[in-house]
């Protein structure tokens, strides 16, 4: 995954929930930073925004990470790209 698609996903994730960038990585679980379910819907929103995407429903419920949450926009990137 390329630094710099991790870095914007990192960013946006902490502007939305006012956290410090610095204290998020890919390892990172959503109940560590303290994300509950409905700042995972604001998160999704802005990141939908960012990368001009639509995460479908199911696939936002199987997120646990930041990982996961950075690998499934990439999948949905490519795909929309092909």
């Known amino acids: 995954m390329p630094a710099d698609f991790t870095e914007r996903v990192i960013q946006c994730i ?9 204290k998020i990585t890919l390892d990172s679980t959503f109940e560590e930073l ?3 379910s409905l700042d995972g819907i604001n998160i ?13 429903d199911d696939a936002a419920k ?21």
């Open 14 to 22: 902490a502007k939305t929930q006012h956290l410090d960038a610095s």
């Open 34 to 36: 303290g994300i509950d």
């Open 44 to 56: 999704l929103f802005a990141l939908e925004n960012e990368f001009e995407v639509n995460v479908p």
């Open 62 to 82: 199987q997120v646990r990470t930041i990982r996961d949450l950075a690998e499934g926009l990439q999948k949905l990137m490519a795909a929309s790209a092909s």
